[in-house]
């Protein structure tokens, strides 16, 4: 897959001579797919994308039916399977750019806590598992993030409380491209392990 989504990032670079730039991938690709192949290449990007995406889809629905059976075990599962295949297929039907405009500042949100969890839990060997250091690194990266999520919302909407709250995010390095939690992620870490640290050596003492 990376070397997949790589190759389609080279495509879109290269396309950037031959076509004008669009608000998304989409455009690109069927001009490219319609340079290449004709009215054919429209069918077979049609084939690709589906093939790429149903893997994704069925894993996103099972895993959603899987949890929620768990946490309400009283609803059928096909029920939550239902509901986890209609509800993205409403959304789907907004159009992309429409799509894209509302996702991508929630997902400046959530993107840093979920990589800071990930990797925690993979260094779990080196670092522990302290509840203080999860709790610590998770203090120090939501603030940045949710200045990151505001970042991402249109231009149009940077003003008032917002444009006064985006303020506070040019203290951080890396803020202009995204990565604003990255430096409080990296404190959140040391100070959680220091104080998992101290905590473990009170306990002990006691």
Same mark, same amino acid.
């Given at each position: 897959?990376?070397?997949i989504y %790589? +190759?389609?990032?080279?495509?879109?670079?290269?396309?950037? &001579?031959?076509?004008?730039?669009?608000?998304n991938? %989409?455009?690109?690709?069927?001009?490219?797919?319609?340079?290449?192949? &004709?009215?054919?290449?429209?069918?077979?990007?049609?084939?690709?994308?589906?093939l790429a995406?149903?893997?994704?889809?069925?894993?996103?629905?099972?895993?959603f &039916?899987?949890?929620?059976?768990?946490?309400?075990?009283?609803?059928p599962?096909?029920?939550?399977?239902? +509901?986890?295949?209609?509800?993205p297929?409403?959304?789907?039907?907004?159009g992309l750019?429409?799509?894209?405009?509302?996702?991508?500042?929630i997902l400046?949100?959530?993107?840093?806590? #979920?990589?800071?969890?990930i990797?925690?839990?993979?260094l779990?060997?080196?670092?522990?598992?302290?509840?203080?250091?999860?709790?610590?690194?998770?203090?120090?990266?939501?603030?940045?993030?949710?200045?990151?999520?505001?970042? #991402?919302?249109? #231009?149009?909407l940077?003003?008032?409380?917002? @444009?006064?709250?985006?303020?506070? %995010?040019?203290? +951080?390095?890396g803020?202009?491209? &995204?990565?604003?939690w990255?430096?409080?992620a990296?404190? %959140?870490?040391?100070?959680?392990?220091?104080? @998992?640290?101290?905590?473990?050596?009170?306990?002990?003492?006691?």
């Open positions: 897959m990376a070397i %790589g +190759l389609l990032a080279l495509l879109g670079r290269n396309a950037l &001579g031959t076509f004008s730039r669009a608000a991938g %989409g455009p690109i690709l069927a001009n490219v797919a319609h340079a290449y192949f &004709g009215s054919f290449g429209n069918v077979l990007l049609m084939v690709l994308v589906i995406c149903l893997k994704t889809a069925i894993g996103l629905i099972t895993a &039916g899987d949890t929620f059976k768990e946490l309400f075990p009283k609803v599962y096909a029920v939550l399977i239902a +509901l986890a295949s209609a509800v297929l409403i959304f789907a039907n907004v750019d429409r799509l894209l405009l509302f996702s991508t500042p400046y949100f959530i993107y840093p806590l #979920a990589i800071t969890l990797l925690l839990g993979l779990t060997p080196v670092l522990g598992e302290s509840r203080w250091l999860f709790g610590t690194v998770t203090l120090f990266t939501v603030i940045p993030a949710l200045l990151d999520g505001l970042n #991402a919302l249109p #231009a149009n940077h003003t008032g409380v917002v @444009a006064a709250t985006l303020k506070l %995010g040019e203290w +951080l390095p803020f202009s491209i &995204g990565l604003g990255t430096v409080p990296v404190i %959140g870490v040391i100070v959680g392990w220091l104080l @998992a640290k101290t905590m473990t050596k009170s306990a002990t003492v006691s």
